[in-house]
């Protein structure tokens, strides 16, 4: 009667602290610049060397610039924290995928492209998006910085368990809709905070229809639900995905984990505490209209009358709409845009560069439209050159940067400017966030891609 995230979180458990936390085992432990120094100097105050470094791998990708990586950072603050990570992973052995090497990116694209990501592990990264990961069926959760701390000095954490919820989405997609619209419809009907305090099983026909890729996406915004983090359960789709990849086990070994990872899946007669059911029919392609990600709507519909606000959320409402510049009752499709965003943790991916392409090939650029096109990391740059998109997208006027989280958020220079819009497939649409005053429209890469070469928002099955 257990549930796959009962499977491997019991797995895992070390002790269990009376009437407190779980001491839970950590197999792979990702760290970043932005969250990671005072980790490090904690370690150096109590006198600690990281207890096992060959499970824990380091990266810059938040403040790193997608232009001119080969020379000095500017921002002086970005360039010291990039600095920084790199003088403390040489100081306690461990393994750095430096900024403009061909290992580097955004560290929850490349771990799963590396095959680091693997079946049946505890993942953790002092990052909200580390739910990304459980795409393969991992146990993946972001942590605050004193618990990255915890983590390299003992390769465990104090958690408590969280309830299991599943997702199930039956039915297939429809034509332009994809993994990003699902999560996109899934915080609408959740809210922000639905699911709070659970770790989310993503299952039914359209997951596991989805290709990695796309499980990687629905996973990876989670965290927007208010769920401790997300998973689908490994299957044939994984396997694929994962043979041949770089740190990915090899030959007998391979066969033995594959044997394993068969295991892991909700027994038939698992108990959630919460399961939920919805119609892949329902979902068509979204876009948010206010200051959270769960303010969204379908393309065709129009933004919600007041009155069918609760009135104890009126002011909010209101406030989020002020800031958006838009009013209750009127249609998102055809409203102007100024900035397109195609990449981040979210949607960086060769699938999410073959979607935009799919879409502008023959087409122009709008003028006056502004597009960053970024990939997740230096593998799925190359990949792009190898298929031939950069030919396609060039030729549409766009150009690609280098890899990074870019202007998924304001730690770099790709930042929005005060008041502009941006139709972005990156995971959050708070006020500033991917610059002061800028606003943020979330979508897909094939909306996105409709947005690019319209200027305004536009349904991609007009254009497909």
């Known amino acids: 009667m257990n549930t796959l995230f009962d499977k491997i979180w019991d797995r895992h458990v070390v002790q269990i602290v009376d009437d407190g936390p779980t001491q839970l085992y950590i197999d792979r432990l990702y760290c970043h610049e932005v969250t990671s120094p005072q980790a490090f100097e904690g370690l150096r105050e109590r006198g600690l060397k990281c207890f096992r470094p060959q499970q824990i791998f380091c990266m810059p990708d938040h403040n790193t610039p997608t232009h001119d990586q080969d020379k000095p950072i500017e921002d002086p603050v970005s360039k010291h924290q990039v ?9 306690f052995g461990l393994k750095h995928f430096a900024m403009n090497t061909k290992d580097n990116g955004i560290i929850h694209v490349v771990g799963p492209e590396k095959g680091l990501t693997l079946p049946g592990m505890t993942i953790v990264c002092g990052d909200s998006h580390t739910s990304t990961h459980g795409a393969v069926g991992a146990v993946a959760f972001g942590i ?3 618990e990255v701390e915890m983590v390299m000095a003992s390769q465990c954490i104090l958690q408590q368990k969280p309830k299991s919820m599943r997702i199930n989405i039956e039915g297939s997609l429809k034509p332009c809709v994809t993994a990003k619209d699902v999560a996109l419809f899934l915080m609408a009907k959740l809210t922000t905070s639905g699911a709070t305090g659970f770790f989310v099983e993503y299952a039914g026909q359209a997951v596991r229809e989805m290709s990695m890729e796309g499980r990687l996406t629905l996973c990876n915004l989670s965290i927007e639900m208010g769920a401790r983090g997300g998973f689908v359960a490994p299957d044939e789709t994984t396997f694929s995905y994962l043979k041949g990849r770089e740190y990915a086990p090899k030959g007998e070994e391979w066969e033995r984990a594959v044997a394993y990872w068969k ?3 909700s027994d038939d007669d698992a108990v959630f505490d919460k399961e ?5 029919a329902d979902i ?24 069918s606000i609760t009135e104890s959320g009126h002011s909010s409402f209101l406030k989020s709409l002020n800031y958006m510049g ?5 249609k998102m499709a055809g409203k102007p845009i100024d900035y397109v965003f195609l990449g981040a ?16 090939k023959g087409k122009r650029k709008a003028d006056g439209v502004t597009a960053w096109l970024v990939p997740g990391s230096w593998a799925v740059s190359e990949q792009i050159v190898e298929e031939g998109l950069d030919k396609i997208l060039n030729e549409a006027g766009f150009e690609i940067r280098q890899p990074g989280c870019s202007a998924c958020l304001a730690m770099n220079d790709d930042k929005v400017p005060q008041g502009k819009y941006c139709v ?17 429209i979330l979508a897909s890469p094939l909306v996105a891609a409709a947005a690019a070469v319209t200027g305004k928002i536009t349904d991609p099955r007009d254009l497909i």
Do not use: W, Y
């Open 276 to 280: 939920l059911f919805f119609d892949a």
């Open 424 to 440: 972005s497939t990156s995971n959050r649409n708070f006020e500033g966030r991917q610059g002061p005053g800028s606003r943020t």
């Open 144 to 146: 605050g910085t004193s």
């Open 345 to 360: 943790c979210t949607n960086g991916r060769i699938e999410d560069f073959r979607a935009f392409a799919s879409v502008v």
């Open 263 to 265: 295991t892991l899946r």
């Open 326 to 330: 838009f009013k209750p009752g009127e």
């Open 284 to 307: 068509e392609p979204r876009v948010t209209f206010g200051t959270n990600p769960g303010m969204g709507i379908g393309i065709s519909e129009h933004i919600p009358a007041l009155e």
């Open 83 to 91: 600095d920084t990570l790199a003088k403390n992973c040489k100081e």
